[in-house]
């Protein structure tokens, strides 16, 4: 369905290199690949979010995928900060995180957080997980960001 | 008349002379016997007032021999009798103290507050501990304090109301007070580090291992086409070590949360708790025909969620081991003085009792990966929570072949 329009924007806040290799790597099978934008700790993150130097060619993201254990500021303060910002808080947020801690899961849906996923062991776990996350945040579900305003206007 | 007088006056004379001797001789015995009692009185009044003497030395030895301090002191707080322990203890002299206001052993920062205790002591005057509640310091003659306990006596007195004071010098007893403190926060604080350390550790190895075996499967899945049999079979070993830490992991994170993320006590219907766990193990139990019996197993206080675990992993290690027969396992509850006994008796292939301790070490199993899986954290956690709730954890063989596991529970249920 997203065929004609451009690319959707994923930003991925994640500190481990290997993570987002392998985000990557599950992306290359995909059949929508989407823009994918990295940065590696929460404060990097805010300042993407607020088109702050050296991001301020960069657009607000259809999707954010954030992970909790980042340096600077953990993934819960970006969470609580993209929620409680009037031009962020519509950008869906999707937990990867390795912790499968109760309160860190409870604390992130109290933030808002739009789901929260634990980083599978296994690789095909992995991609089947990023595949999911895929084919139903970028296929199959309408985002905000995709509003048409044209569209809309028609009787 | 007078011719009768004169008639006999020798005869006369004679018997008046013989009279007056009689009565000189009984006054001298009177006399005697006056002075008798004198002496005997004035022995007696001499022995008794040696007899209060020695009473007298010895009540004074006792006020000096008692292990306490003892001051006497009057209503206004005056210091009318101290003892030599009072001397030794402060640094005064008897005569330093005497007649000066106790004030004098008080320190400094506690005298304003004295008088308003002296008043309220005085107002109902009472056997009692001086200070309840409050740390009480006594000041020597060279400004130190020390730590003391002061018992309070009134006595009634012919020179009115005097207050006995039995003051004990505890700065040894505070000491060891002290230490045993600094060791019991000292032991908490290395606990609560260990298991903090075991879960962050857990938690933090998870990452990395993660992508040993990710990038290992990666790399397998990639190059599958290029990698001769001897290539795939290392990655198989290098993915089934991963696999086998993450266990391990998981199981050492399991461990270190009965400390940290145990439940406070709440009643907990153990027929329940069996219920529950015969649900849980409904098909291992089914798959391996094991039959578990349990009746009328107690309410107690406990953690349902680690009374779970506990009886879980008691019964699926009896059904695991099981011996040639189908797994016959009973659980029985014996109260006795102060607690619960549980036992989980099985019909499986019995343990070496050399094996006693070593079993319930975290880690530790007896057997090979090949005969049976598992990385021998079950029965350390059995033990673990057992110890949270204050009981103990054991076994003993279940003739013929068996094994019956026990523990206790305190009944808490009485307090």
Not at chain 1, 16 to 33: H, I, M, W, Y
Not at chain 2, 61 to 80: C, G
Not at chain 2, 255 to 275: A, E, I, M, W, Y
Not at chain 2, 394 to 412: A, K, M, N, Q, V
Request: aromatic content about 6%.
């Amino acid at each position: 369905m997203n065929a004609n329009t451009t690319a959707l924007q994923v930003l991925l806040v994640e500190d481990n290199p290997g993570d987002v290799r392998l985000f990557q790597e599950a992306l290359k099978d995909s059949t929508v690949t989407p823009h994918l934008d990295i940065v590696h700790n929460g404060e990097q993150a805010i300042q993407f979010l607020k088109q702050e130097t050296p991001f301020e060619n960069k657009t607000h993201p259809d999707l954010i995928i954030l992970d909790l254990n980042l340096p600077r500021k953990s993934g819960h303060e970006v969470l609580e900060h993209i929620k409680t910002h009037q031009h962020t808080l519509q950008i869906p947020v999707i937990i990867l995180t390795s912790s499968q801690a109760p309160e860190d899961i409870q604390k992130a849906y109290q933030n808002h957080a739009n789901s929260y996923m634990v980083k599978p062991s296994q690789l095909n776990d992995f991609f089947d997980l990023v595949n999911t996350l895929e084919q139903f945040w970028l296929n199959q579900v309408q985002l905000p960001t995709q509003i048409n305003p044209r569209k809309a206007d028609e009787p | 008349m007078s011719q009768k007088r004169s008639l006999r006056p020798l005869e006369e004379l004679e018997k008046e002379i013989e009279q007056r001797k009689k009565a000189e001789a009984e006054i001298r015995k009177l006399n005697e016997e006056l002075e008798r009692r004198v002496h005997e009185r004035t022995a007696e009044l001499e022995k008794q007032i040696v007899e209060r003497q020695k009473t007298e030395t010895q009540l004074r030895q006792v006020i000096e021999s008692v292990p306490n301090a003892i001051i006497m002191s009057d209503e206004n707080s005056h210091i009318t009798l101290v003892n030599s322990l009072v001397e030794q203890m402060f640094g005064y002299h008897r005569d330093e103290l005497i007649g000066q206001s106790v004030d004098i052993l008080v320190p400094n920062r506690f005298r304003a507050n004295h008088p308003q205790y002296q008043i309220s002591f005085l107002h109902a005057p009472q056997t009692r501990a001086m200070g309840a509640g409050r740390d009480l310091y006594a000041r020597t003659k060279s400004g130190n304090e020390i730590p003391v306990e002061i018992g309070l006596n009134p006595i009634q007195t012919s020179q009115g109301l005097q207050v006995l004071s039995a003051i004990v010098d505890i700065t040894e007893r505070k000491k060891i007070e002290e230490k045993l403190e600094a060791h019991a926060r000292e032991l908490a604080r290395s606990n609560e580090e260990l298991e903090q350390f075991a879960y962050v550790a857990s938690h933090d190895l998870r990452e990395p291992l993660r992508m040993i075996s990710s990038y290992v499967q990666l790399l397998e899945q990639r190059y599958h086409n290029q990698l001769d049999q001897d290539a795939k079979d290392f990655i198989q070993f290098a993915v089934d070590g991963a696999e086998r830490l993450q266990t391990l992991i998981n199981d050492l994170l399991s461990f270190s949360r009965v400390g940290t993320r145990g439940k406070p006590f709440h009643p907990t219907n153990v027929q329940h708790v069996l219920d529950q766990v015969c649900k849980h193990l409904k098909f291992v139990i089914d798959d391996n025909k094991a039959q578990i019996k349990y009746q009328n197993l107690p309410t107690i206080m406990a953690d349902e969620t680690q009374l779970i675990q506990v009886f879980q992993n008691l019964i699926s290690n009896a059904i695991k081991f099981q011996s040639s027969v189908s797994p016959k396992i009973q659980i029985d509850a014996q109260q006795q003085q102060g607690y619960w006994q549980f036992s989980v008796s099985d019909n499986g292939i019995g343990i070496d009792p050399n094996f006693s301790e070593r079993i319930f070490v975290i880690f530790q199993r007896l057997h090979t990966r090949e005969e049976y899986s598992g990385t021998g954290i079950g029965l350390a956690v059995c033990k673990k929570i057992v110890e949270r709730h204050g009981g103990r954890i054991w076994f003993e063989p279940s003739p013929p072949h068996g094994t019956r596991f026990l523990f206790t529970i305190p009944d808490r249920s009485v307090l």
